[in-house]
């Protein structure tokens, strides 16, 4: 138990399905994240948000549209989503986002679009 | 554009045996180094990190990592594994440029099976 809590933990969606995953972290951290790990490739960061504000955006196409309504509480939200959208999507949490704190991560939600 | 090499997909190992995975990235500039394990059906957590100072960093479970900057590479080393030693490492780095440990760049992964 790392103190960050992904809900689902698997998701099966159609591609005209709207759908929400949540990240809750119990740590009292300043920073939050959203990873994308697909099959035999690096994960991937998506978004980044601290103190509430996202601070990192890398190109995520707009289908995927993350919340942080407040320190504790991540959501990615899922619409239109495209087969090659499948893959297990990751929360982190860090204290901030100095480079000498650990990002502890969730234990993800494996997302499956059909 | 960084990024993390990790040469072996798949290691199949006997308890015991010695383990070294292999790590290069490419960046020239400041680096931050990390090793993470995911245990099957566990959540990925920090084995070890390097920052600055010793090059060769001890982390949890006997592992540890030397970090050699003319060879950019962190590579990931235990004498001897054990069984529980199953699991998916990944190498990542985090090229120290205002980003967080969350700003960081994976490698694939390397899986390890230890048979018992």
């Known amino acids: 138990e790392t103190g960050v809590t992904q809900t689902p933990r698997h998701l099966v969606m159609g591609m005209t399905n709207k759908k929400s995953l949540k990240c809750e972290q119990h740590?009292?951290?300043?920073?939050m994240y959203w990873y994308k790990q697909s099959a035999k490739k690096p994960l991937e960061l998506m978004f980044v948000?601290?103190?509430?504000?996202?601070?990192e955006n890398n190109s995520v196409p707009s289908r995927f549209s993350p919340e942080c309504p407040n320190s504790s509480h991540l959501f990615l939200h899922l619409h239109t989503l495209q087969p090659e959208d499948s893959a297990l999507y990751l929360c982190?949490?860090?204290?901030?986002?100095?480079?000498?704190?650990?990002?502890?991560f969730g234990q993800g939600t494996r997302l499956t679009v059909v | 554009a960084q990024s993390v090499s990790q040469h072996n997909h798949h290691v199949i190992l006997s308890e015991a045996a010695s383990l070294e995975l292999g790590c290069n990235y490419s960046?020239?500039?400041?680096?931050?180094l990390f090793w993470y394990v995911q245990y099957p059906g566990q959540h990925l957590q920090l084995l070890l990190k390097?920052?600055?100072?010793?090059?060769l960093v001890k982390g949890i479970k006997g592992f540890e990592a030397e970090f050699i900057k003319s060879k950019f590479s962190f590579n990931l080393r235990k004498p001897s594994v054990q069984w529980s030693d199953t699991a998916e490492y990944f190498c990542?780095?985090?090229?120290?440029?205002?980003?967080?440990?969350?700003?960081?760049?994976f490698g694939k992964g390397t899986k390890l099976s230890v048979k018992p």
């Open positions: 740590l009292g951290h300043n920073a």
């Open positions: 960046y020239g500039g400041t680096v931050n």
């Open positions: 948000y601290s103190l509430e504000e996202r601070v």
């Open positions: 982190a949490s860090s204290q901030d986002l100095g480079l000498g704190t650990e990002a502890f």
């Open positions: 390097y920052f600055s100072g010793d090059p």
């Open positions: 990542a780095v985090n090229a120290g440029y205002g980003g967080s440990q969350g700003n960081l760049i």
